[in-house]
């Protein structure tokens, strides 16, 4: 129990904890290659790989060492910009092409140019385009490139099988937004009701369904529809913004994308995927792991997660060749930035660039996780997927065949999130239609506008 | 809680002896179904805990542990490294366990010892001593615990942001330290029925109010305190929304919080259910063990002051 005394101690800590306060933050920079610098990373299935990097630095390097730290994806990013607000931020941390215009808006990164140049890093290195994500608007260079992601679909191959579609139909599926092409045939196919009646057989019964063709994790609209449906949007020569990066015109109005959203939602409607509020709360790919859903449209990063399932046969497919004749992937790329407040700034750049070295590259590569950003390093990750047994031809085909395209960038993104959900979740719950999609489109253009 | 409340009407009959009766088969029936569904999910998260990561979603109806493994458990105390869990299909995240369990007991002992004391005074001057406007300043404090906690948790995150207390255990027992009016009411009720002979003959003995409070007083109440306390422990122990707003850098991050963020990995991706399962249920067990211990307690006092 608090007594008197103790009670004082409090109100004395309290007001000592003020006069702290008051006279935190402001200075940064410094310049010391030795000591503890912190690392922040949110995918744990990184982890090892990226320790053993630690270790290897700390080798070649004897006065550095590297402390790291995982925080999920839902916090980390809350965490880091209060770290930044209170000075408490990470020296170095793994960055997201849509969080860090922000960062730069608020001057919270260290521009890397000047040790490029120095210790000549090779940028040609990195997988085309990678290191061009990178520079901000100002020119300069905020982040070397760690690894890359394209999309796939992963299916059930024993439903395939049973719905007698072979891995090479899944494989060399087409798909319009008139009537969904074989994509949406291969989808109906693998639908099954209470019944056993499959989707594209008569008396299907679409309220009663035990197996989605495609699963839904949700609309995805703050990423711009980057693992559900820009695959199939950027086949139609549709572009999220005006150009990219740092587009300052958005295009949700362009009826090309209203039509692929409009057959999208219609899945939903036509039982064979499931309704939006039916997936709330749920993980899409546990439900595929249940066997819930034969098709799911996912990122690199997830092969793991989806390979990891015991007792379900993954096969990994293309994603569809749209009316342009060719396939399409978004192609996001994650890199490591230097907060600016951080007091050991050369020794920060030295780990930004043993992270964006081959030698740390191909430790993450052999761990089979995900393609590094380094082409060789993405070769040998390949190699290392098929040592497991997984085929990663379908996401590594896209930046063969080149059919990549890049993650928007602008400013703004969390403020066109927060317009562009909920007008895209009223579209797939059918409460809307996408035509509903200008009026948000009028709003997120707005905000580009003083 | 009422299904721990027992009809006492009519005279004391063995439940499984005597000629069959339908009304009593019904009442069986139904309050083995009440056990059912409130030991349920208990069991369900054991279940998912001993199970395997990958094993979960293909097994999803399985009453029993899918592919049981106690790699779960070991995650949590720290045991295996990051490769082993990711091997095992669960997430090579790691919850800093033992400094979390320190921080929720921390966050939970300091505010119920507070709250406890001093809204124990402040109900012995609402109940035992007279002054103007007494009941009329109650009457105000009962209805406060009628504002929703959210309506007060914007301008409270914005005192103690002001005061540079964000992410300090100061900061986040500080709105609890006090006094709640729940605690005031209770330990008034109580207060209120306690005789005035005792303490009228202290203060012929010269007794002053204060020590009245500490030696008769409290002394007398140490059974409703007990409840008091450990109501507001366990309250306090699964309070989430303060400090996930307060408490976000290591030092000060409690158990409910820790298990929230554990949960997302990589966007996505699902979580790690067996991990998060079994780290659940060690972080409810120290609750558990006070309510087995102290559970008859609660339910003895409640009545007692339930029925005066």
Not at chain 1, 110 to 128: G, H, R, S, W
Request: glycine share 8%; net charge neutral.
């Amino acid at each position: 129990m608090m007594n008197k005394k103790a009670f004082g101690a409090v109100a004395v800590a309290a007001a000592a904890a003020l006069a702290l306060s008051a006279c935190s933050g402001g200075s940064a920079g410094g310049d010391t290659a030795k000591g503890e610098i912190s690392y922040w990373l949110w995918d744990a299935n990184q982890l090892p790989a990226y320790q053993q990097c630690a270790a290897d630095f700390t080798k070649a390097n004897p006065d550095i060492t590297v402390k790291i730290t995982q925080t999920g994806w839902d916090d980390y990013w809350s965490k880091i910009t209060n770290g930044m607000a209170s000075g408490t931020a990470p020296d170095v941390f793994t960055d997201h092409l849509s969080k860090y215009p922000d960062f730069l808006k608020t001057k919270q990164l260290v521009a890397l140019d000047d040790a490029v140049t120095k210790d000549k890093v090779d940028l040609a290195q990195y997988n085309e385009g990678l290191a061009d994500l990178w520079v901000g608007q100002d020119g300069k260079r905020y982040g070397l490139p760690k690894d890359w992601d394209t999309i796939a679909l992963f299916y059930n191959q024993k439903m395939a099988t049973d719905a007698g579609i072979t891995p090479e139909q899944m494989g060399s599926l087409s798909w319009n937004p008139q009537d969904g092409g074989s994509y949406e045939k291969a989808i109906a196919r693998l639908t099954v009701d209470k019944n056993g009646k499959r989707g594209d057989e008569a008396g299907f019964d679409k309220n009663n369904v035990a197996v989605y063709g495609l699963g839904l994790p949700g609309s995805d609209a703050e990423n711009a529809g980057q693992t559900q449906w820009s695959y199939l949007s950027a086949t139609t020569g549709w572009t999220t913004t005006d150009k990219n990066p740092w587009g300052t015109h958005f295009n949700y109005d362009d009826k090309k994308l209203q039509e692929t959203i409009d057959w999208w939602a219609s899945l939903a409607a036509k039982g064979y995927m499931p309704k939006l509020e039916t997936t709330v709360g749920a993980n899409a790919a546990d439900s595929f792991g249940a066997g819930k859903a034969a098709i799911n449209s996912n990122g690199s990063w997830m092969i793991g997660q989806y390979t990891g399932y015991k007792g379900i046969n993954v096969g990994i497919a293309p994603t569809p060749q749209g009316p342009d004749g060719k396939r399409a992937s978004m192609f996001n790329g994650l890199a490591d930035s230097i907060w600016a407040g951080t007091k050991k700034k050369d020794a920060a750049i030295k780990w930004v660039e043993y992270l964006g070295s081959a030698a740390c590259q191909d430790v993450v590569a052999s761990k089979a996780v995900v393609f590094p950003a380094i082409s060789t390093s993405s070769e040998k990750a390949a190699d290392a997927f098929k040592a497991k047994n997984v085929d990663v031809t379908a996401f590594t085909q896209h930046v063969k065949d080149k059919t990549t395209f890049m993650l928007p960038i602008t400013d703004n993104a969390s403020k066109v999130a927060g317009i562009m959900k909920p007008a895209m979740d009223a579209v797939l719950a059918g409460k809307s239609p996408a035509s509903s999609l200008t009026a948000a489109n009028e709003q997120v253009n707005a905000l580009f506008a003083k | 809680m009422s299904t721990l409340a027992s009809p006492k009407t009519g005279a004391r009959r063995r439940p499984f002896s005597g000629p069959f009766n339908w009304r009593r088969a019904i009442a069986l029936t139904l309050l083995a179904l009440a056990v059912a569904v409130s030991i349920l999910p208990f069991y369900w998260v054991l279940r998912t805990a001993l199970s395997t990561n990958g094993s979960l979603a293909a097994n999803s109806a399985n009453l029993l542990p899918a592919d049981f493994n106690l790699g779960a458990f070991k995650r949590v105390f720290g045991l295996q490294s990051a490769s082993e869990a990711i091997a095992e299909g669960g997430s090579g995240a790691s919850i800093n366990f033992w400094q979390y369990l320190w921080n929720s007991l921390l966050f939970s002992g300091i505010t119920t010892a507070c709250a406890v004391f001093f809204s124990s005074m402040a109900a012995y001057a609402f109940s035992r001593l007279r002054w103007k406007g007494r009941d009329a300043v109650f009457s105000l404090f009962l209805a406060t615990m009628l504002v929703p906690p959210i309506f007060t948790a914007l301008p409270n995150f914005l005192l103690i942001k002001n005061l540079g207390l964000l992410n300090s255990m100061l900061g986040l027992v500080l709105p609890y330290l006090f006094m709640t009016p729940f605690a005031i009411f209770f330990m008034r009720q109580f207060f209120l029925n306690m005789s005035r002979e005792v303490e009228e003959a202290a203060m012929l003995d010269g007794a002053k109010h204060w020590r009245i409070f500490f030696q008769i007083v409290m002394p007398n109440a140490a059974a409703p305190i007990a409840t008091l306390a450990l109501l507001t422990f366990m309250g306090q122990w699964n309070e989430y929304f303060w400090p996930l707003l307060v408490g976000t850098s290591e030092e000060s991050r409690v158990l409910t919080v820790g298990l929230g963020v554990f949960k997302s990995q990589s966007p996505q991706g699902a979580p790690d259910w067996s991990g998060l399962m079994a780290a659940t249920l060690v972080s409810a067990t120290p609750v558990l063990i006070l309510f087995a211990i102290f559970g008859k307690r609660i339910v003895n006092s409640i009545g007692f002051n339930g029925t005066k």
